[in-house]
């Protein structure tokens, strides 16, 4: 039995919101199926098809399948369209490898796999935008609606785009958002420019000479090359990178020798971990120094060490209108004193910001918790089903004021 709190204990203004608070019952019910039924990154075959369903039952205008793999597009055209503009609005679908720990009705039915960032949720907001937009049409152009997959790793923005996406519907702007356990409910936050770091995977490769615990002196350890590598990393952030400016080097995991061969040192070593910045720049320093670095420590214990830099997700990079926009938007809902217009910038990374590489636009938060609110990608984590009908209505908002109907 569903049973959310009523939509406007959140008070939001509008005409798109309270006209879509009137399916909050449905986007609740949507919400906590796709969160029973979490699939990874290109295999949102169930996923992509109640989402055509949705779309199909809410009277978009067209619905194209497929694109980038398993996502899918959604388009609801304007009362009018005499200045032949178009918005674009992107949530994502796919679910993490992870085992949930939650015992409500709605938890996943699939074994290692969950929802636990609110992908469930941001594929039903649009989807409630979607209906709106379609019943209304209160609006001069037309509305591109991307709900794409693999967002976790797999860079389904990327695939998307490759596959066509901005060229079959060559959007002036795109705007996604992010549910966030550290605002509360009602809010929203955003920046311009770096709102989200890149992501880089980092793989060094130790060679040394194998030996007998015993006799170290005759081998070349490459467990304590990888060792000094590990702390000798960290002074790149701390003495390389200006102090105002954002970088982390993590390293996370390292594989080595036997765990039942107490007295065998190994031939060889492999440290992986991740690097994080907001800037190229930074991006290309770290990744300088680091080859430095580490080929020099290991140098120095008669060793070798190669590093495989990998840019997998550059920063998520607002720009500057379309953020002053969707803030200004953001503000006609809920009030300025409940938009956060210079949101701290987190070091996490968001595929989006391929989309934002190739189209200006912006990536916003809306709150879903407060203190003491399970943050995402923990076990125990759940979408807050209070905010659908705000999520639905922001994007909503965004198309009706960036292309107000003819003559308005």
């Known amino acids: 039995m569903l049973s959310p709190i009523p939509a406007s204990r959140l008070n939001a203004h509008g005409r798109a919101f309270s006209h879509i608070a009137r399916y909050h019952p449905d986007l609740t019910a949507l919400r906590r199926d796709l969160h029973a039924h979490p699939e990874l990154g290109f295999e949102e075959v169930y996923t992509s098809g109640r989402v055509q ?24 055209r304007g009362r009018t ?9 992107r949530a994502d679908m796919d679910a993490l490898t992870m085992t949930e720990n939650n ?99 980092i793989t060094i490769e130790i060679t040394g000479k194998g030996g007998h615990g015993a006799h170290p002196y005759l081998a070349v350890d ?53 690097v994080r910045t907001f800037s190229s720049d930074v991006q290309d320093l770290i990744e300088r120094r680091l080859n430095e670095l580490c080929s020099a420590v290991a140098l120095g214990f008669g060793a070798t060490a190669t590093v495989h830099y990998e840019r997998i997700y550059p920063a998520t990079i607002n720009s500057a209108r379309e953020t002053e926009f969707a803030a200004d938007v953001a503000e006609s809902l809920v009030g300025p004193e409940h938009v956060v217009r210079d949101m701290e910038p987190s070091m996490g990374a968001e595929d989006f910001s391929f989309m934002l590489q190739v189209k200006p636009g912006a990536y916003m938060r809306i709150g879903q918790g407060g203190e003491g609110s399970c943050m995402l990608h923990m076990s125990r ?21 960036a292309m107000p109907p003819a003559g308005a």
Request: overall charge negative.
């Open 53 to 76: 369903e949705a779309l199909r039952l809410c009277g978009v205008d067209e619905i194209h399948a497929g694109i980038g793999k398993t996502g899918v597009v959604g388009i609801v």
């Open 81 to 89: 369209n005499t200045a032949n503009r178009m918005i674009g609005l």
């Open 103 to 201: 015992d409500f009705p709605w938890k996943s039915t699939r074994s290692g796999m969950m929802h636990g960032c609110g992908h469930d949720g941001h594929t039903a907001m649009l989807v409630g935008a979607a209906r709106y937009l379609a019943e209304t049409r209160n609006f001069d152009g037309t509305a591109v609606l991307i709900f794409q997959p693999g967002e976790e790793g797999f860079a389904g923005a990327k695939a998307m785009i490759e596959d066509g996406l901005f060229q079959r519907w060559p959007v002036e702007s795109v705007y996604a958002m992010h549910n966030w356990p550290g605002l509360k409910p009602g809010r929203f936050g955003i920046r311009h420019n770096a709102m989200m770091a890149s992501a880089d995977r």
């Open 222 to 274: 490459p467990v304590l090359v990888a060792a000094h590598i590990i702390t000798a990393s960290q002074s790149i952030v701390s003495r390389n990178v200006k102090a105002v400016e954002g970088a982390v080097i993590s390293l996370c995991a390292m594989q080595a020798g036997d765990l039942h061969a107490m007295s065998v040192i190994p031939g060889k070593a492999t440290l992986v971990g991740t």
């Open 381 to 401: 984590y759940d979408f807050n089903d209070d905010i659908l009908p705000l999520g639905s209505a922001l994007h909503a908002s965004l198309v009706e004021q």
